[in-house]
């Protein structure tokens, strides 16, 4: 009797989970009608923990005035994805509008409008900012070891995710920038960028720019730009979404079995 419950508990699970995804997908295909394509949309698409925030308001700044009078960046760059998650109807931009994503090219369409930013980070750096935000956000307790096992063989995870949009098999406009080059070459990268939109960079804007690109801006102003806890009285850490700005990481948390497995999945995947 009890094998016969778990059966039928176990395929209503499977069930309830795919109808649940259903219409998740349901809520996302109608909000992207509303939210409609422009061909001068600026996509910022990144794995998790790869610059994101950073770009978006360097993107903010060439193309506006740079006033940050908003609540959070999304109110001026909205993450799509999260919106129809959160239930937030599509959001009445000016153009050129600036959509933050973490999707897999798989899940655009080859006819999607506008041009395509796709920030690189090392990706051992990104497991240990991962790491530290899962840590923060959902387990304290969590092992380094433990997180990593995860994050080498998860479906979603940093290899795949890279080698889809190398290989650009939707021939998107693409322009490609490695987050370190933001940090160590940010005048150069910001040009680059520049360029890339066809956005003149006037020479009085410069100190303005560099400065709210800073760590150190940014961090001073983290509300606008990380999350907040829903739950004041919930252990996690919600200040912590800009944490360091640095790169290097990797190299001090890996130990060389660790490497090895990193640098073999690279080899597998983007070689």
């Keep these: 009797m009890l094998k016969m419950v778990t059966f039928f508990y176990n395929l209503c699970t499977r069930w309830a989970r795919r109808f649940a995804k259903a219409a998740f997908e349901l809520k996302t295909l109608k909000y992207h009608l509303e939210f409609g394509e422009r061909d001068d949309d600026i996509y910022i698409v990144t794995y998790p923990k790869s610059g994101t925030t950073l770009m978006q308001m360097m993107v903010y700044q060439l193309t506006t005035d740079g006033n940050i009078d908003f609540n959070h960046i999304y109110d001026v760059s909205p993450w799509t994805d999260n919106d129809v998650f959160r239930d937030i109807p599509p959001r009445d931009l000016p153009s050129p509008r600036i959509i933050k994503s973490h999707r897999p090219q798989k899940k655009f369409d080859k006819s999607t409008k506008g041009r395509f930013i796709v920030v690189v980070r090392d990706g051992m750096d990104v497991a240990v900012s991962q790491y530290y935000q899962a840590r923060n956000y959902n387990n304290p307790d969590l092992e380094f070891n433990t997180f990593l096992d995860d994050f080498f063989v998860k479906e979603d995870n940093w290899f795949g995710f890279s080698k ?108």
């Design 164 to 271: 889809g949009w190398f290989q650009n098999k939707k021939k998107m406009n693409i322009l490609y920038v490695r987050y370190e080059d933001i940090l160590h070459d940010f005048e150069s990268t910001l040009f680059k960028v520049a360029a890339f939109l066809q956005v003149e960079v006037n020479q009085a804007d410069l100190p303005r720019i560099t400065e709210r690109c800073s760590f150190d801006f940014m961090k001073q102003h983290e509300d606008k730009f990380g999350d907040e806890d829903p739950n004041k009285e919930s252990r996690k850490k919600y200040d912590q979404f800009i944490r360091k700005g640095k790169t290097g990481e990797g190299k001090v948390y890996f130990n060389q079995e660790q490497e090895e497995t990193f640098v073999k999945l690279t080899k597998e995947y983007l070689h």
